[in-house]
């Protein structure tokens, strides 16, 4: 009788050192996603390495753990970059569990956090800093840290550095790190930006692409409605008491942001938010809350997009269509992650087809559209905390209080 040998793919056979094996099945990392069983591999010889791949495809992986073993073979610091404050923190998350059973220690560097303490955490002389291109830049100029040591470089998330306007923050890093060096530079898209990069500043990168630009996540089921923009409450009110799970919706403002949050929370639904108003802190509070349950409902900016690593998301809402098509598959690829299902539902107005026709030309598909389902009646505003609280306090000749602003 032949032995029956499976064809899942595993991480065994990859070149992962026996150590690292180890560590991968003890928190239960069984199979590799396509972009880690093509990446790792290449990874671990040293090479360049651009990979192309949408988020939630695991690519915190693909470049951590190449990272970790190669600086565990030779002296040298890894160094990885990346857009958001939220993105970073939840990379080390992930270097942290791989890394802690060996002693690696890593250095946190954004904004938003206290430059003393991270300063003290680059004198324990960490084996791996995890940067946003502002804050590593603030800490050059001020010679708090030295890149000349750096032998593993990541850019995650590199088009939408580029899309934040970091370019010159990330050619000044390109220049401060040694020419001997590796790269790994991991990207959704592949503009010409990013092409210059490459062809500047890596040596014959190997190309991993996993889903062509523009794929919307496969398991996610997407859909549209033409509503006016006064009855987009009404309808989000609909939709949360439709699905049960957790909700991401997205609004294209800040401001935005903050009223759409307290019509959910009107609406009787747990809600946080995390736009760039709200403080290192505050952000850190909203996305650990909707991990947990405490918060049902997350509403986002577009600084959440590729920040938000929440497996489970039942439903992502685009309150309002992004600026950019391309966000478009970055928001809804928030949901459907890890093999899920997921859905993900757009708002439109009747004068943005334009906008949906931009998004369907880059996802290679229509969006279906659905007829809007009966409204619950307008809710009554809910009133702002009075401008001055204190009348006592008042200076003299301002305004009078009145009961509400």
Do not use: C
């Amino acid at each position: 009788m032949h032995k029956q040998f499976s064809t899942t793919p595993i991480f065994y056979g990859l070149g992962i050192a026996p150590k690292l094996l180890e560590i991968l099945d003890h928190l239960k990392y069984a199979t590799p996603t396509p972009i880690q069983q093509k990446s790792i591999p290449v990874a671990i010889e040293g090479k360049d390495l651009i990979g192309i791949a949408q988020t939630g495809t695991g690519k915190t992986l693909a470049f951590g753990i190449p990272m970790i073993q190669r600086l565990a073979q030779t002296k040298g610091r890894g160094l990885v970059i990346l857009p958001t404050r939220e993105l970073a923190l939840q990379v080390d998350e992930t270097f942290q569990k791989i890394g802690r059973p060996i002693g690696l220690r890593t250095a946190v560097l954004i904004g938003g956090a206290s430059m003393h303490v991270q300063m003290q955490h680059i004198k324990k002389n960490p084996h791996v800093i995890i940067a946003t291109p502002g804050r590593l830049i603030d800490h050059l100029e001020q010679k708090t840290i030295k890149l000349h040591e750096v032998k593993v470089l990541v850019l995650d998330e590199a088009d939408r550095m580029l899309d934040m306007g970091f370019a010159p923050q990330i050619n000044r890093i390109l220049l401060a790190v040694p020419k001997d060096r590796q790269t790994m530079l991991f990207s959704a898209t592949m503009p010409g930006e990013i092409a210059r990069i490459a062809a500047g500043h890596m040596k014959l990168p190997v190309r991993v692409e996993i889903a062509r630009s523009g794929t919307a996540a496969e398991r996610v089921s997407q859909e549209l409605y033409v509503v006016r923009k006064e009855d987009k409450p009404r309808l989000l009110d609909r939709l949360l008491g439709e699905y049960r799970g957790s909700v991401l919706v997205f609004s294209r403002t800040k401001h935005g942001a903050k009223k759409i949050a307290r019509a959910v929370r009107a609406m009787g639904h747990k809600a946080a938010e995390i736009h760039s108003n709200r403080s290192l802190a505050q952000r850190r509070e909203a996305l650990d809350g909707f991990k947990t349950g405490k918060y049902r409902v997350l509403v986002a900016t577009d600084i959440a997009a590729r920040g938000i690593d929440v497996t489970g998301i039942e439903l992502v809402i685009n309150f309002d269509l992004p600026d950019n098509a391309e966000d478009y598959v970055h928001r809804i690829g928030r949901t459907g992650r890890a093999g899920r299902e997921g859905r993900a539902i757009s708002f439109a107005t009747p004068d943005q087809m334009g906008d949906v026709r931009a998004i369907e030309r880059l996802i290679r598909a229509a969006l279906p559209k659905k007829n809007l389902p009966l409204l619950p009646p307008h809710r009554a505003p809910i009133a702002e905390k009075p401008r001055y609280p204190h009348p006592q306090k008042r200076q003299a000749g301002g305004p009078r209080r009145r009961r509400w602003q």
